[in-house]
């Protein structure tokens, strides 16, 4: 089944507004023909910093999104950002369950589960992470985990498979996540694969449409490797997406088309 390659750039909490408006100018300069390309790409900045780079991408082939989300609409949540807010600023998809957000603020299945609900009631795209630590691997739990936060994070997806068009699972094993350690093609072709059974097992057809990246020190270096293997459709990028050159050679690497 053909899907659409996707790469997404996560700024992570890099770059002013000034500088976000700077970057997504230089991508746009390193991809000249990115409109004719048959990839998909985002840049996810900091939420300070989305209306910058909306500024900067105008009518660009560029995909906006954001890296997280609170489930509610509206209310006493002081610091956070809702579904509306984000989808005002034209904001397409939202990172939730981020390695980052699950171990360093708390971000459990069931808060994940209720933010890609959000995110899809309010007609969003959600872009789901899932992902073991070294020592779940270690334990050879790998399997176990990611199962585990895949169905959680789904759960309020019904049978009809209502939504799950405007899903995408990021597969980011936790211990290779800004260590410079990168899961082989076939560490990541085994996870991604176990991903496509279980959506396909739950959802039929539209379950193996679903787009599958990587995201795990994601470099030039490594990316045709990761992106050939059969069911990597793309990638979540960290730190590389902070140089333009470097992400321009990422996106050129998931398709053979101009990019």
Known sequence: MARRPFVCGNWKMHGTPSEARKLVRQILDALPNLSE?????????????LDAAREAIADGPLALAAQNVHPDPSGAFTGEISVPML????VRYVIVGHSERRSL???SDALVRAKVDAVLAGGLSAILCVGESLRER????TLNVVRRQLAAGLEGIGR?????DRVVVAYEPVWAIGTGRTATPEQA???HAD?????????????LAVRLQYGGSVKPSNAADLFAQPDVDGGLVGGAS??????AQIVAAASPGPA
Do not use: N
Not at 37 to 49: F, G, H, M, N, Y
Not at 138 to 141: A, C, H, I, T, Y
Not at 160 to 164: K, M, R, T, V, Y
């Open 160 to 164: 009809s498979g209502a939504g799950l």
């Open 37 to 49: 390309s048959t990839t998909e790409v985002a840049v996810a900045p900091a939420a300070c910093a």
């Open 138 to 141: 270690d334990g050879g739990f």
């Open 189 to 191: 072709q085994e996870v």
């Open 87 to 90: 989808a005002d600023l034209g």
């Open 195 to 207: 991903i496509r059974a279980q959506l396909a097992e739950r959802w039929g057809d539209p379950g």
């Open 105 to 107: 603020f708390g971000d």
């Open 242 to 247: 902070l140089k333009a050159s470097d992400f």
